[in-house]
């Protein structure tokens, strides 16, 4: 069983960054893929990006393409997300997910373990 711990979240102005991480404990983190996704009340939950069990693999919503980065250390079974010029519209509750699935997705589907979640707010 493994439990996700996000942090990072907080309150930024537009055009701003910052940088969320996920600690992973309880499992092979270096056999997992991981993945950050997004929910506000009005939209169903999004899958950001994801990145492969090696690190060099990564896929990214046309939203945040170019403006976000993920990235993993397995020495330190964490994850990274890192925003850049942040819009308002990046404004949402975070979630880091984990699967040990054999597959390479940002589908919400396809993840068997979540984190409690992170709020980011981005003021305008």
């Known amino acids: 069983q493994v439990q996700l711990v996000e942090s990072g979240g907080g309150l930024v102005q537009a055009g701003g960054s910052l940088r969320l991480a996920c600690a992973a404990s309880g499992g092979t983190f270096s056999s997992y893929s991981m993945a950050w996704f997004r929910q506000t009340p009005k939209k169903d939950r999004e899958g950001v990006a994801v990145v492969n069990l090696s690190g060099d693999v990564t896929d990214y919503a046309d939203s945040v393409k170019g403006r976000f980065t993920i990235s993993r250390d397995n020495a330190k079974n964490t994850v990274y997300l890192q925003m850049n010029s942040l819009e308002p519209e990046d404004t949402a509750v975070y979630y880091c997910?984990?699967?040990?699935?054999?597959?390479?997705?940002?589908?919400?589907?396809?993840?068997?373990?979540w984190g409690q979640g992170t709020r980011v707010t981005v003021s305008s």
């Open positions: 997910a984990a699967t040990s699935a054999v597959l390479f997705s940002r589908s919400k589907y396809h993840y068997e373990y």
